[in-house]
């Protein structure tokens, strides 16, 4: 059973930084992305960072890269999203997704069967 388990949302003013965790099991034989998504009041679900699992190789959406890193600990127990320079733009439930994708279509949340429950980041101006 894949289990995800999302925390670390909160509240912070613009500026500031968060880090959130996922705690994720049974997932690494029958996937292999891990990823971060977010979605905003009125807007669909819209992918914020990626990690190949195996392999470590990174992906982040445009409006996040040089802010948001995504990591994993050494037992891929864990993936990790570390914000900085948060701006109200990036107010949004986070959710921490597994799936099977390729190196194009790392993007398309059609392709994570697994989702987390989310977690809730509110940036303030």
């Known amino acids: 059973i894949v289990q995800l388990l999302e925390s670390g949302g909160g509240s912070v003013q613009a500026g500031g930084s968060l880090r959130l965790s996922c705690a994720a099991s049974?997932?690494?034989?029958?996937?292999?992305?891990l990823a971060w998504f977010r979605q905003r009041p009125g807007n669909e679900r819209e992918v914020v960072a990626a990690?190949?699992?195996?392999?470590?190789?990174?992906y982040y959406t445009d409006s996040v890269k040089g802010r948001f890193t995504i990591s994993q600990d050494d037992a891929k127990t864990t993936v990790y999203l570390a914000m900085e320079t948060l701006t109200p733009e990036d107010t949004a439930m986070y959710y921490c997704?597994?799936?099977?994708?390729?190196?194009?279509?790392?993007?398309?949340?059609?392709?994570?069967?697994?989702w987390g429950q989310g977690t809730q980041v509110t940036v303030s101006s």
């Open positions: 997704a597994a799936g099977v994708a390729g190196s194009d279509d790392w993007n398309d949340p059609r392709n994570y069967e697994y």
């Open positions: 049974g997932y690494r034989y029958i996937t292999n992305y």
């Open positions: 990690i190949l699992h195996r392999g470590g190789l990174t």
